[in-house]
């Protein structure tokens, strides 16, 4: 055998990085419009939001440059941005979007209100060319359904010429929210109790005394007592960080909204006690993008108290979702905090143990440490009495669909659907009789007319199948379709999904799929929404059949009457 005598062949060296070469004029782009701001990576979120704001859309060479300027690389910096909802991002062969967008809310509530024909009417409706309309998920104002979005300006129970109106004045920045001053609160006796407990007059324990005797729970869903949460975390060693979840993306909620326009230094100053109980090192304000009008108010409060020496410059850090209802889960939360996309994490550990930049962290809902000051002052004997049958405190009930005043209504815990209806909603809307009701908005199930009489509480609806999560109610009538509003649920679930775990990303696909059948397979429902509960990684997976599983067990005769066929296994 011969062996060859030729020269190996040598491989080109590379000049510089992999990848497309950053475009000088992206770069220069980022750079003028970020300035001197941080480039660690936590702040990602927060600089896509600049790049969208200002150019409306964010370019690929802008990504690259954004990768370049904070020393990421390319595939993190895509993958942050393509998971959320409010980026728009554009590819080099893409077209620019429309000067403008109208983005239509598709949750239930909005449906019921009529959503997906106010979508087709706009679609052949406005005068503008350079508009296009599409749809969106739950924009926390059911109340005011069907509500749609141009610019930052938001329309409740819109119209086509309500947004041609708006197109053509151009005021497409939030409305501005009127709310009382600083100095305003602390006339009523504001920030006394987080002075007390700075100087010792009040102690940490003695305040956990009080939160376990009022009964405070968490009131995002979980229901967590709250002076025990406090205690875990503080049983963790320093530095701490205290988080608070302010992005309700539940389909049907919209209490905390109203709590933070009504009164965001009471939040502001509940918020402070919660961190200073646990000895927080910084508080962290995780804000839903849907509410560009409460972002400037919680700017301006936070700033009122840097100006009086209430709080440190820096120590609130007010944080802009992008648009994942998934972050609404506290692992996931902490995951789109740290600018990566939000996905929840494996338990254990748990977030009270490694949360925030891998430290004990506290997570609580904005109406938990919303309660807290008037707690003290009106005492826990106050909170605990208001309660009927037996349990504890008052609710803010979101309360939207087919009742005559939907909105925020405060009603003790323990209230039944057939009270909160009567008493506090004006009764059913003319026309309406009712068939059903989500007692905890998309994820909570489904229950009949039939069980208006239960408390709505924790741990009251768990015995039916169902559960009063953040006590979003939406109210169905006997003049909804059933089937449609299983595969609005569905559809939703479907969309939200980060993908993380297959029993979600395929099951809420598949689930969705067989929701569109003319005849559905019960068994087969049954199953697969078995295996979503036994195996997903987080309370979307988990929770994502139980509309569908309400309405085989409740309601089997009203979907036969609306045309829905239910197989069991052995029917032919």
Not at 39 to 59: A, K, N, P, T, W
Not at 188 to 195: D, K, N, P, V
Not at 323 to 338: F, H, K, M, N, V
Not at 533 to 542: E, F, T
């Amino acid at each position: 055998m011969t062996q060859s005598t030729a020269a190996p062949l040598r491989r080109k060296s590379r000049t510089g990085p992999r990848g497309r070469a950053v475009a000088p004029q992206a770069l220069a782009a980022v750079e003028a419009l970020l300035g001197q701001r941080s480039r660690s990576r936590d702040q990602l979120i927060e600089h896509l939001h600049c790049l969208q704001d200002h150019f409306g859309h964010i370019s690929l060479a802008h990504l690259r440059a954004l990768a370049e300027w904070m020393n990421l690389p390319m595939a993190a910096v895509y993958e942050t941005a393509s998971f959320y909802a409010h980026f728009d991002l554009i590819r080099e062969d893409d077209a620019l979007p429309p000067a403008q967008t109208v983005r239509v809310c598709d949750s239930l509530s909005c449906q019921l209100a009529g959503a997906q024909a106010l979508r087709s009417a706009l679609s052949s409706g406005l005068d503008a060319a350079d508009v296009r309309v599409i749809r969106a998920p739950c924009m926390g104002r059911c109340d005011v359904a069907p509500v749609l979005e141009v610019g930052h300006r938001h329309l409740g129970q819109a119209s086509v010429a309500a947004v041609q109106a708006l197109l053509d004045s151009g005021e497409l920045d939030p409305e501005p929210i009127v709310w009382p001053r600083l100095a305003d609160y602390q006339a009523e006796g504001g920030y006394a109790l987080l002075g007390a407990l700075r100087t010792g007059k009040v102690s940490v324990d003695a305040l956990c005394d009080l939160l376990e005797r009022a009964g405070l729970r968490g009131l995002g869903g979980a229901g967590f007592p709250t002076g025990k949460k406090w205690q875990f975390v503080r049983a963790e060693p320093a530095p701490r960080y205290m988080v608070i979840n302010a992005d309700e993306g539940e389909p049907g909620t919209f209490k905390d909204r109203y709590h933070l326009e009504q009164a965001p230094h009471q939040f502001l100053e509940g918020a402070l006690i919660s961190a200073t109980a646990i000895e927080a090192c910084a508080l962290y304000i995780y804000l839903r993008d849907e509410y560009p009008g409460l972002r400037a108010v919680l700017r301006s409060a936070i700033a009122e108290l840097e100006a009086t020496g209430l709080v440190a410059p820096g120590f609130i850090v007010l944080r802009r979702g992008a648009g994942a209802y998934i972050c609404g889960e506290e692992s996931a939360l902490i995951e789109s905090l740290e600018g990566k996309p939000g996905k929840p994490r494996h338990r254990p550990p748990f977030v009270a143990q490694v949360g925030f930049f891998c430290r004990p962290t506290l997570v609580n809902n904005v109406e938990t440490v919303f309660w807290i000051p008037a707690l003290y002052a009106k005492g826990a004997a106050w909170f605990a009495s208001q309660g009927l049958r037996g349990r504890q405190g008052l609710r803010s009930f979101s309360v939207s669909g087919r009742v005559k005043k939907p909105g925020v209504h405060l009603a003790p815990a323990g209230i039944t659907l057939s009270e909160l209806v009567d008493e506090y909603c004006g009764g059913m809307a003319d026309g309406h009789t009712l068939l059903a009701y989500l007692p905890g908005g998309a994820s909570g199930g489904i229950l009949p007319a039939s069980k208006a009489d239960l408390p709505l509480d924790f741990d009251t609806l768990q015995p039916h199948g169902c559960f009063i999560g953040s006590a979003a109610v939406i109210v169905v009538s006997d003049q909804d379709d059933l089937r449609a509003i299983a595969k609005n649920l569905m559809a939703f679930f479907a969309d939200e999904s980060c993908g993380q775990c297959t029993p979600c990303r395929v099951g809420t696909e598949k689930m969705l799929a067989l929701l569109e059948a003319e005849a559905w397979d019960a068994t087969v429902l049954r199953r697969l929404a078995q295996v979503m509960q036994d195996s997903s990684i987080c309370g979307l997976g988990q929770a994502a059949p139980n509309p569908v599983i309400s309405l085989l067990t409740y309601f089997p005769t009203d979907l036969a009457r609306q045309g829905v066929q239910i197989r069991e296994a052995g029917d032919a």
